[in-house]
T-cell receptor, first 111, second 114 residues
Framework: RKEVEQDPGPFNVPEGATVAFNCTYS??????FFWYRQDCRKEPKLLMS???SGNEDGRFTAQLNRASQYISLLIRDSKLSDSATYLC????????????FGTGTRLTVIP | GAGVSQSPSNKVTEKGKDVELRCDPI?????LYWYRQRLGQGLEFLIY????????KSGLPSDRFSAERTGESVSTLTIQRTQQEDSAVYLC????????????FGPGTRLTVL
């Protein structure tokens, strides 16, 4: 089983829609969680960290469910500029190679 | 401010040749990572440097791959006797402190092996 699994999509949504992505992780020792955004043929950039209590940044809300071992990203009022691939990243303290990237969920916002 | 830079941005080489990819991390970042991303695929961890500690090489796919880092500065990833399957974008990232902190990625080197 992969460390991090995401639905690859694609998700095609109209402007203004609300869209949610989930990501599951396999190792309960995972400690830190992030969402990165990767535009086509560009490098990944941090979108937001995911805190235990959940956190919001404008139109973006991230949630963590440790019991079920998943994190989610909710995007409200989608903009054309939100079109990108969203990478789920999970980090655990044990072991040297402890940062795991999901393969990403592709979002296209349609005018 | 300077971000992570990588060179070359594109590299086309013939099968069997050696290539060297360079990464300049953000000044002061102690951690440096190399990843590989094949077309349409996720990021594949290759190697991780943290300060002066021994690097974690567990992600290197074969002994044709090696990497070095001088102190907390430049890193080079070397691929010997390249194969067509090595074609990918090679991304370097750096972070301040440990892996718990945000990673800043360079623009990548697109390697094409003919």
């Amino acid at each position: 089983r992969k460390e991090v699994e995401q639905d690859p999509g694609p998700f095609n949504v109209p402007e203004g829609a609300t869209v949610a992505f989930n990501c599951t992780y396999s190792n309960s020792a995972s400690q830190s969680f992030f969402w990165y955004r990767q535009d086509c043929r560009k490098e990944p950039k941090l979108l937001m960290s995911v805190y235990s209590s959940g956190n919001e940044d404008g139109r973006f809300t991230a949630q963590l469910n440790r019991a079920s071992q998943y994190i989610s990203l909710l995007i409200r009022d989608s903009k054309l500029s939100d079109s990108a691939t969203y990478l789920c990243v999970v980090n655990r303290l044990t072991g040297a190679n402890n940062l795991f990237f999901g393969t990403g969920t592709r979002l296209t916002v349609i005018p | 401010g300077a971000g992570v830079s990588q060179s070359p941005s594109n590299k086309v080489t013939e099968k069997g040749k050696d290539v060297e990819l360079r990464c300049d991390p953000i000044s002061g970042h102690t951690a440096l990572y190399w990843y590989r991303q094949r077309l349409g695929q996720g990021l594949e961890f290759l190697i991780y440097f943290q300060g002066n500690s021994a690097p974690d090489k567990s992600g290197l796919p074969s002994d044709r791959f090696s990497a070095e880092r001088t102190g907390e500065s430049v890193s080079t990833l070397t691929i010997q006797r390249t194969q067509q399957e090595d074609s990918a974008v090679y991304l370097c990232a750096s972070s301040f402190g440990t892996h718990l902190n945000e990673q800043f990625f360079g623009p990548g080197t697109r390697l094409t092996v003919l």
